[in-house]
């Protein structure tokens, strides 16, 4: 069965740094893409970062560029999102997910298989 067992969320101060890791399992980590995604209360789950299998590709939503970065370690099948500069309004749950192919995308629906979500919450 396949698995994203996420860690690292939790409680900073308004320009802190977090940084999440998403370790997966059951299939070959590098055939596919990866994408960090958050829902806060009352939100919809919006897009924030995707890395393309090989690690060469990344997308980032507007809101977080120049502030957070994904990156992939295949030898350990671990994902990262790595987030500097925190704002109040990065305050959420964070989900990892793992993509039907090799090609990066923001949209959750080319996504097929979820993490159980890490809360990070931005003090002010």
């Known amino acids: 069965q396949d698995q994203l067992v996420e860690s690292g969320g939790g409680l900073v101060q308004a320009g802190g740094s977090l940084r999440l890791s998403c370790a997966a399992s059951?299939?070959?980590?590098?055939?596919?893409?990866m994408g960090w995604f958050r829902q806060a209360l009352g939100k919809e789950r919006e897009f924030v970062a995707g890395?393309?299998?090989?690690?060469?590709?990344?997308l980032y939503a507007d809101s977080v560029k120049g502030r957070f970065t994904i990156s992939r370690d295949n030898a350990k099948n671990t994902v990262y999102l790595q987030m500097n500069s925190l704002k109040p309004e990065d305050t959420s749950v964070y989900y990892c997910?793992?993509?039907?192919?090799?090609?990066?995308?923001?949209?959750?629906?080319?996504?097929?298989?979820w993490s159980q979500g890490t809360q990070v919450t931005v003090s002010s």
């Open positions: 059951g299939r070959t980590f590098s055939s596919y893409a």
């Open positions: 890395i393309s299998g090989s690690g060469l590709n990344t």
């Open positions: 997910a793992r993509g039907s192919s090799v090609v990066v995308t923001n949209t959750p629906y080319a996504y097929g298989y």
